[in-house]
């Protein structure tokens, strides 16, 4: 079973940056999606960035231009680099992998780590 261990979160001002780690373990990395996913309080969790096992990425729309995902896997760590954060950008960050072409939009996974909180206010 996968383990997922986000790290990066915190409190930054609009248009600041953060960049987010998440550490995978009990999986072969390398044959794996990942995907990054965030929840607001009062709302679903959504598929914000992925990365496929040969490194193409997606972006929803509300991130495209500001937010970057790439992976290492000799550290079997995926990242998203954050920037011009707005408030609405507030949430739990979550990651998690598949063994499919991309992650799961509706993030429907049986396991997930502990996330980290992103809040942007000034």
């Known amino acids: 079973q996968v383990q997922l261990v986000e790290s990066g979160g915190g409190l930054v001002q609009p248009g600041g940056s953060l960049r987010l780690s998440c550490a995978a373990s009990?999986?072969?990395?390398?044959?794996?999606?990942m995907g990054w996913y965030r929840q607001a309080p009062g709302k679903q969790r959504e598929l914000v960035a992925a990365?496929?096992?040969?490194?193409?990425?997606s972006y929803a729309d509300s991130v495209k231009g500001r937010f970057t995902i790439s992976r290492d896997n000799a550290k079997n760590t995926v990242y998203l680099r954050m920037n011009s954060l707005k408030p609405e950008d507030t949430a739990v960050y979550y990651c998690?992998?598949?063994?499919?072409?991309?992650?799961?939009?509706?993030?429907?996974?049986?396991?997930w780590g502990q996330g980290t909180q992103v809040t942007v206010s000034s």
């Open positions: 998690n992998a598949d063994r499919g072409l991309w992650p799961r939009t509706a993030g429907e996974y049986d396991s």
């Open positions: 009990g999986i072969i990395f390398s044959r794996n999606a």
């Open positions: 990365i496929t096992r040969g490194g193409s990425t």
